[in-house]
């Protein structure tokens, strides 16, 4: 993942924590603790937390709901003038909605080691060969990003769950 300034995040510290609140409240109710809020025109149009366990589904990601709930409030699946923050960098499912969606922005705060799509381990939503890039910033509030599902996981072993 590529560093950048306090001076360039900062601006985003307040969107990523709403996402962060979508997060925790993934965590008070046993999901993965990732949140998403997508921003047009400095007004937020979708807010979601993962719910794959709640709707035993696995495409329930917050950022697959949050982009449904986005194209539903602009009357449009091109989310142009938009903006994502989620707690998460993007898995490839997500980054290829995305993609699809042509969201022009994306801000994440942890990487994501194991399925990254967006900087960590592929650069999905930046591949000049696709019909659409976005422009990726990762890093904003990265330590309370991954402290939460550091958290998480840690209860989730402690509980024996997987």
Request: proline letters at 5%.
């Amino acid at each position: 993942m590529q560093e950048y300034s306090d001076d360039l995040l900062q601006p985003h510290a307040a969107w990523m924590r709403r996402a962060l609140d979508q997060a925790r409240q993934a965590f008070e109710e046993g999901e993965v603790p990732v949140g998403a809020v997508i921003v047009h025109q400095d007004r937020v149009i979708a807010e979601a937390h993962n719910q794959r366990e709640a709707l035993n589904d696995p495409t329930a990601h917050a950022e697959m709901i949050a982009l449904t709930q986005a194209a539903g409030s602009l009357g449009s699946w091109r989310l142009l003038d938009c903006t994502l923050y989620v707690t998460l960098e993007p898995c490839p499912m997500c980054a290829g909605a995305i993609v699809q969606a042509r969201l022009p922005v994306v801000i994440y705060g942890a990487a994501d080691p194991k399925a990254g799509a967006c900087e960590t381990l592929y650069r999905i939503t930046t591949d000049p060969r696709l019909n659409h890039q976005a422009l990726v910033l990762g890093g904003v509030l990265a330590d309370e990003c991954r402290s939460l599902l550091h958290e998480f996981f840690a209860r989730q072993r402690a509980q024996g769950k997987k």
